[in-house]
């Protein structure tokens, strides 16, 4: 089974910036609250794409700084 690791990823991303907050992170990234929260709180199994980029857009940041992905034998 592998496990995607996003949400611990985001919120180290979140305090190197000094973003406290789902909303700071929405107005840096036009990503809305709700679908941050649910990355966040592990709420949600697929994340597109698209907002992905928009989060490290926001971020200045690689997707792979986001997404890590743990292979459990």
Do not use: F, P, Y
Not at 18 to 33: F, H
């Amino acid at each position: 089974m592998n496990d995607v690791i996003i949400a611990q990823n985001l919120i180290v991303l979140m305090a190197k910036k000094n973003i406290r907050t789902i909303l700071e992170l929405q107005e840096r990234t036009g990503v809305s609250r709700v679908t941050l929260g649910k990355i966040i709180n592990g709420k949600t199994e697929n994340v597109s794409l698209s907002t992905l980029v928009r989060i490290c857009k926001g971020l200045d940041c690689d997707v792979s700084d986001l997404v890590k992905i743990k292979v459990v034998v």
